[in-house]
């Protein structure tokens, strides 16, 4: 499978990149799916926009800074290439956070329930992320080793594995689950919960596949992070579920007690 042409077309000399277009394609038909759900958590398409414009724009930053902050010793030679976005250099795992930071602020200051926010919105997270992910076939990077499977792509010549194409196919099959899932919740957190461990499950693995990791000394960070989200995720869960079979079983007994 064949790289494609990075320039989807051009515009008085300025080049459109296919890895913009599908990023941005991504990033609004994440909100316009979790502003159509809105109601579903109590909350109002308005309220739902102006916290997707907020969280957007902070997990746009926090993509940059991310990437940047793990790749200091490059970035220091020349301050200027921070801001030349346009050369690559975006984290995931960076908008994630500036994301979840600007939403915490958000709940707090507009005193809404932060995992109620976090279940409407990692439900729908998944589907930005698949879309998104082709970015980086058009980039040709993000990509794994040397393969000889039939889907296999070409970079420089040689067949390599398209981790972009893994990670997006999970994605794709994670929304509609999550989406599954947030409509017969059982507890608020719970679907932000499954997002976590089931997507830091994946990552971990294919992470291991790619040549263009950033590192934590000899370790990749992306896995570093994909265990300790994977075990805090468990563990939260644990506790949250618990927590819902008590309070099902005080009801249990409310109900008994007043049929008595």
């Given at each position: 499978?064949?790289?494609?042409?990075?320039?989807?077309?051009?515009?008085?000399?300025?080049?459109?990149?296919?890895?913009?277009?599908?990023?941005?394609?991504?990033?609004?038909?994440?909100?316009?799916?979790?502003?159509?759900?809105?109601?579903?958590?109590?909350?109002?398409?308005?309220?739902?926009?102006?916290?997707?414009?907020?969280?957007?724009?902070?997990?746009?930053?926090?993509?940059?800074?991310?990437?940047?902050?793990?790749?200091?010793?490059?970035?220091?030679?020349?301050?200027?290439?921070?801001?030349?976005?346009?050369?690559?250099?975006?984290?995931?795992?960076?908008?994630?956070?500036?994301?979840?930071?600007?939403?915490?602020?958000?709940?707090?200051?507009?005193?809404?329930?932060?995992?109620?926010?976090?279940?409407?919105?990692?439900?729908?997270?998944?589907?930005?992320?698949?879309?998104?992910?082709?970015?980086?076939?058009?980039?040709?990077?993000?990509?794994?080793?040397?393969?000889?499977?039939?889907?296999?792509?070409?970079?420089?010549?040689?067949?390599?594995?398209?981790?972009?194409?893994?990670?997006?196919?999970?994605?794709?099959?994670?929304?509609?689950f999550l989406i599954w899932i947030d409509n017969r919740r059982k507890f608020t957190g719970q679907t932000f919960l499954l997002y976590t461990i089931l997507y830091s499950?994946?990552?971990?693995?294919?992470?291991?596949?790619?040549?263009?990791?950033?590192?934590?000394?000899?370790?990749?960070?992306?896995?570093?992070?994909?265990?300790?989200?994977?075990?805090?995720?468990?563990?939260?869960?644990?506790?949250?579920?618990?927590?819902?079979?008590?309070?099902?079983?005080?009801?249990?007994?409310?109900?008994?007690?007043?049929?008595?």
């Open positions: 499978m064949p790289i494609p042409n990075r320039v989807a077309f051009s515009v008085f000399g300025i080049d459109i990149l296919w890895y913009g277009i599908l990023v941005a394609l991504g990033v609004a038909l994440t909100v316009i799916v979790t502003c159509k759900r809105a109601p579903k958590h109590g909350i109002s398409a308005d309220k739902c926009l102006n916290y997707a414009v907020i969280i957007v724009l902070c997990g746009m930053v926090g993509l940059r800074v991310y990437y940047v902050l793990f790749n200091l010793s490059y970035y220091s030679e020349d301050w200027m290439r921070v801001f030349r976005v346009r050369e690559g250099g975006l984290a995931i795992h960076g908008g994630l956070i500036f994301g979840v930071l600007a939403l915490l602020v958000c709940c707090r200051f507009w005193k809404d329930s932060p995992l109620n926010f976090m279940d409407l919105g990692f439900a729908s997270v998944p589907l930005g992320q698949a879309i998104g992910r082709w970015g980086n076939y058009f980039n040709s990077e993000a990509h794994g080793g040397p393969t000889d499977l039939p889907w296999a792509i070409t970079v420089d010549g040689m067949k390599v594995h398209p981790t972009f194409l893994y990670e997006s196919i999970w994605c794709f099959l994670l929304f509609f499950l994946e990552r971990f693995f294919v992470e291991g596949l790619r040549t263009d990791s950033l590192m934590i000394g000899s370790l990749r960070q992306a896995q570093v992070f994909s265990v300790v989200a994977f075990v805090g995720g468990i563990v939260a869960y644990v506790i949250l579920y618990r927590r819902y079979k008590r309070g099902e079983a005080l009801k249990r007994v409310d109900v008994s007690e007043d049929g008595s």
